[in-house]
């Protein structure tokens, strides 16, 4: 009788917790797409008034708009151009001090890793205002070079820190085997270390050029009026115009964001490096 | 001297190492004969993995020489020297395939591609491994990774073959068929080869020659009938095999007073229960299993004694005469005399 009374108590309480984890997982999904969706709804939308449960009609004029409008078309270009760009210069620069983190136990180390937080410690508008007074002097105000610089500043620490682990994460003896082979050192990097580093790689450059796309802050001190991206013209756009075009410039701001992190998914979850460090 | 290195052999000389502030390897001389296998020997620490790494070149020692087939090769690479080496962790390109592991050191030496798949096939066959030319080695189990190091070891034709404890991530059973394949494939194709090793038992049953090594230094290097008749210093004669060690010194087949440090092999005791000549009265304390022999404690009046015996086993309590045909004098640790009964 009591094993009973047991057993219908475990499952009344493992029944009231699956109810309850539900009911969690409900308000989470409302809390975190319920903004999405009304995002996206807004975009297609002719207007929509509270408290009207449906909208009035559904339309792409806004989205006519958007591509008819050449300052709009140029802040895309802008965005598209930058911030690739900026991902470039950030491996460049950032790729070759990552290897040195992962392998090299020089002097500082540990000071200029953490260091490397430094700049995303402080409040990024105070750290822009003073690279503004910089950039007055050294002419760089309303130039993409000036833009470039600003947003690769937030991306060092996307290309160091996590390509540093990946490449900590390739065992040394690979290495030492493939210059036992023959292989230089500049082809053990390029066939051994640097493919099998190259998922953490990708994710520090995808990281990267979200970082890049969306920076809003440092850009519109240094490239209003003269130049703008998305993220930017988002702010004049909010101002000027109906809700219904910053609701449609928000989604071709997350577009890139959902391909990138869908195409880097198969990378990071891929098998392959994972599988491979079961080395006996 | 002549130099029998100069033809596909290895010759190490004056070697000096620091490490860390650590003076790892201090003047290690070694010459190794062309075709030969030797196995460098000691615990952890002694240096053994270091000289075999400057041996392929992934350290430069602060002075001394390395020369291979005659050539002194001490400033170059690994890349650049003729020697194959084989890790421990077999360290497999997880993103290549067995052939495309075995394929790399060719394809880094411009090779033609049919060439490739030839020299490929041909190593692999070697090995066994045909089966798995495709397999990831994730796919494989521990053995044939192993076999796959070995053979992309191979495949580069090496005047020196370097192996990195080869058997110690391998399970007991495995380890003794392993080391027989070894053994048998270095004299077929006669490459010169040094093995790093702490297990006496793989260095004995495979090797010509071994180095006895402690603190960067070689303590003994010969033949291993050699190390075990008439190890050089009392610490190769504990290394290799067991011994009895008391102080004092051996005369008429008994332990008595003096300044050694008398070292007795448990081999070297025989035990009869019918008085034999020169036997001393002994009695049997314990009789221990290991399976092909057994480990009779004995007790005499000068000393307790081990001995390995197969036939003629006593049992515990059993009163007979034991002696002692061989004994090991020692003084300061080095070998002084051998005393044979």
Same mark, same amino acid.
């Given at each position: 009788?009591?094993?009973?009374?047991?057993?219908?108590?475990?499952?009344?309480?493992?029944?009231?917790?699956?109810?309850?984890?539900?009911?969690?997982?409900?308000?989470?999904?409302?809390?975190?797409?319920?903004?999405?969706?009304?995002?996206?709804?807004?975009?297609?939308?002719?207007?929509?008034?509270?408290?009207?449960?449906?909208?009035?009609?559904?339309?792409?004029?806004?989205?006519?708009?958007?591509?008819?409008?050449?300052?709009?078309?140029?802040?895309?270009?802008? /965005?598209?151009?930058? /911030?690739?760009?900026?991902?470039?210069?950030?491996?460049?620069?950032?790729?070759?001090?990552?290897?040195?983190?992962?392998?090299?136990?020089?002097?500082?180390?540990?000071?200029?890793?953490?260091?490397?937080?430094?700049?995303?410690?402080?409040?990024?508008?105070?750290?822009?205002?003073?690279?503004?007074?910089?950039?007055?002097?050294?002419?760089?105000?309303?130039?993409?070079?000036?833009?470039?610089?600003?947003?690769?500043?937030?991306?060092?620490?996307?290309?160091?820190?996590?390509?540093?682990?990946?490449?900590?994460?390739?065992?040394?003896?690979?290495?030492?085997?493939?210059?036992?082979?023959?292989?230089?050192?500049?082809?053990?990097?390029?066939?051994?270390?640097?493919? &099998?580093?190259?998922?953490?790689? &990708?994710?520090?450059?995808?990281?990267?050029?979200?970082?890049?796309?969306?920076?809003?802050?440092?850009?519109?001190?240094?490239?209003?009026?003269?130049?703008?991206?998305?993220?930017? &013209?988002?702010?004049?756009?909010?101002?000027?115009?109906?809700?219904?075009?910053?609701?449609?410039?928000?989604?071709? &701001?997350?577009?890139?964001?959902?391909?990138?992190?869908?195409?880097?998914?198969?990378?990071?979850?891929?098998?392959?490096?994972?599988?491979?460090?079961?080395?006996? | =001297?002549?130099?029998?290195?100069?033809?596909?052999?290895?010759?190490?000389?004056?070697?000096?190492?620091?490490?860390?502030?650590?003076?790892?390897?201090?003047?290690?001389?070694?010459?190794?004969?062309? @075709?030969?296998?030797?196995?460098?020997?000691?615990?952890?620490?002694?240096?053994?993995?270091?000289?075999?790494?400057?041996?392929?070149?992934?350290?430069?020692?602060?002075?001394?020489?390395?020369?291979?087939?005659?050539?002194?090769?001490?400033?170059?690479?690994?890349?650049?020297?003729?020697?194959?080496?084989?890790?421990?962790?077999?360290?497999?390109?997880?993103?290549?395939?067995?052939?495309?592991?075995?394929?790399?050191?060719? +394809?880094?030496? +411009? =090779?033609?591609?049919?060439?490739?798949?030839?020299?490929?096939?041909?190593?692999?066959?070697?090995?066994?491994?045909?089966?798995?030319?495709?397999?990831?080695?994730?796919?494989?189990? @521990?053995?044939?990774?192993?076999?796959?190091?070995?053979?992309?070891?191979?495949?580069?034709?090496?005047? *020196?073959?370097?192996?990195?404890?080869?058997?110690?991530?391998?399970?007991?059973?495995?380890?003794?068929?392993?080391?027989?394949?070894?053994?048998?494939?270095?004299?077929?194709?006669?490459?010169?080869?040094?093995?790093?090793?702490?297990?006496?038992?793989?260095?004995?049953?495979?090797?010509?020659?071994?180095?006895? =090594?402690?603190?960067?230094?070689?303590?003994?290097?010969?033949?291993?009938?050699?190390?075990?008749?008439?190890?050089?210093?009392?610490?190769?004669?504990?290394? *290799?095999?067991?011994?009895?060690?008391?102080?004092?010194?051996?005369?008429?087949?008994?332990?008595?007073? @003096?300044?050694?440090?008398?070292? *007795?092999?448990?081999?070297?005791?025989?035990?009869?229960?019918?008085?034999?000549?020169?036997?001393?009265?002994? +009695?049997?304390?314990?009789?221990?299993?290991?399976?092909?022999?057994?480990?009779?404690?004995?007790?005499?009046?000068?000393?307790?004694?081990?001995?390995?015996?197969?036939?003629?086993?006593?049992?515990?309590?059993?009163?007979?005469?034991?002696?002692?045909?061989?004994?090991?004098?020692?003084?300061?640790?080095?070998?002084?005399?051998?005393?044979?009964?």
């Amino acid at each position: 009788m009591a094993r009973e009374i047991n057993k219908l108590n475990l499952q009344a309480s493992s029944l009231i917790t699956r109810i309850f984890i539900l009911l969690f997982i409900i308000f989470m999904a409302t809390f975190i797409l319920g903004p999405l969706f009304w995002l996206a709804a807004r975009a297609f939308v002719t207007s929509w008034t509270f408290p009207n449960l449906l909208p009035d009609g559904l339309t792409l004029d806004w989205w006519r708009v958007i591509t008819g409008d050449e300052s709009l078309k140029k802040a895309i270009r802008n /965005s598209l151009i930058i /911030s690739p760009i900026v991902v470039l210069a950030a491996s460049v620069i950032c790729l070759p001090a990552a290897y040195a983190f992962a392998r090299y136990k020089f002097i500082g180390r540990k000071t200029f890793l953490i260091g490397m937080f430094a700049a995303n410690a402080f409040p990024k508008i105070g750290l822009f205002a003073a690279i503004a007074t910089l950039y007055y002097t050294l002419n760089l105000m309303g130039t993409v070079l000036g833009v470039i610089i600003i947003q690769l500043l937030g991306t060092i620490i996307f290309m160091t820190w996590i390509p540093a682990a990946a490449f900590a994460a390739v065992p040394q003896s690979l290495e030492d085997a493939a210059r036992d082979a023959g292989a230089s050192k500049f082809r053990v990097f390029r066939d051994i270390t640097l493919r &099998l580093a190259m998922p953490g790689i &990708l994710v520090g450059m995808v990281m990267s050029f979200l970082h890049a796309f969306d920076e809003a802050q440092g850009t519109y001190l240094v490239g209003v009026p003269t130049i703008y991206t998305m993220p930017t &013209l988002m702010y004049a756009l909010v101002l000027n115009y109906p809700a219904q075009i910053a609701a449609v410039f928000s989604i071709l &701001l997350t577009i890139p964001s959902i391909i990138l992190i869908g195409i880097a998914r198969k990378h990071i979850l891929g098998g392959q490096l994972a599988e491979g460090f079961q080395i006996k | =001297m002549a130099n029998t290195a100069g033809e596909g052999g290895l010759q190490l000389v004056g070697l000096r190492k620091i490490l860390g502030g650590r003076v790892i390897i201090d003047n290690l001389d070694l010459t190794v004969n062309k @075709g030969e296998m030797v196995s460098l020997l000691g615990p952890s620490g002694c240096g053994k993995t270091t000289t075999l790494r400057m041996i392929a070149g992934f350290l430069i020692p602060e002075s001394g020489r390395v020369m291979l087939d005659g050539k002194d090769v001490t400033a170059l690479g690994p890349e650049k020297r003729p020697s194959a080496m084989v890790f421990q962790n077999y360290a497999l390109w997880p993103h290549m395939t067995v052939f495309k592991n075995v394929a790399y050191p060719l +394809k880094i030496r +411009k =090779m033609n591609k049919q060439e490739i798949e030839r020299r490929v096939h041909d190593v692999l066959s070697v090995v066994n491994l045909m089966h798995h030319v495709n397999s990831r080695p994730s796919q494989i189990s @521990g053995g044939e990774q192993q076999r796959v190091a070995l053979a992309r070891a191979l495949v580069q034709e090496p005047d *020196i073959l370097l192996l990195d404890e080869p058997l110690s991530n391998l399970d007991a059973k495995l380890r003794v068929k392993v080391r027989e394949e070894i053994r048998e494939l270095q004299r077929r194709l006669g490459i010169t080869t040094v093995i790093v090793t702490h297990d006496q038992d793989e260095a004995l049953s495979i090797s010509d020659r071994i180095a006895v =090594m402690r603190a960067g230094k070689i303590e003994q290097f010969s033949t291993p009938q050699e190390l075990y008749d008439a190890p050089a210093t009392e610490y190769v004669a504990n290394f *290799i095999g067991s011994l009895n060690s008391y102080p004092g010194s051996f005369n008429d087949g008994k332990l008595t007073s @003096g300044e050694f440090q008398v070292g *007795i092999r448990p081999e070297d005791v025989l035990f009869s229960e019918k008085q034999i000549p020169g036997g001393v009265a002994t +009695k049997v304390d314990r009789v221990v299993s290991r399976g092909h022999f057994f480990e009779v404690y004995l007790n005499r009046d000068d000393m307790k004694l081990r001995a390995f015996l197969s036939t003629d086993v006593p049992e515990a309590g059993a009163i007979g005469y034991s002696k002692v045909v061989k004994a090991l004098l020692y003084k300061d640790g080095n070998l002084v005399k051998i005393i044979k009964n």
